[in-house]
């Protein structure tokens, strides 16, 4: 699992790309990817931050599990 601090190395790794490509659209491209682990890094971030406001998984004793329905004909010949 990537931390924040990756996602923000990872993006300034393509800010760097970016000045040193090879025509706009390329440039582009590298801003649009810098741009997407910066989000992941605030996305991260937010979710370390309000880490106690999240829904967490409960205990379970195997009660609340998918019970597996049949549908369509099979269930129709039962």
Do not use: C, I
């Amino acid at each position: 699992m990537f931390t924040p601090g990756r996602y923000r190395a990872k993006a300034a790794e393509y800010a760097e790309l970016a000045k040193a490509a090879n025509g706009s659209e390329e440039a582009r491209e590298f801003q649009r990817r810098e741009a997407s682990f910066t989000v992941l890094a605030d996305n991260e971030q937010w979710l370390a931050d309000h880490h106690d406001q999240t829904v967490q998984p409960g205990e379970t004793d195997g009660a609340d599990e998918a019970t597996p329905v049949l549908v369509g004909a099979a269930a129709v010949q039962q």
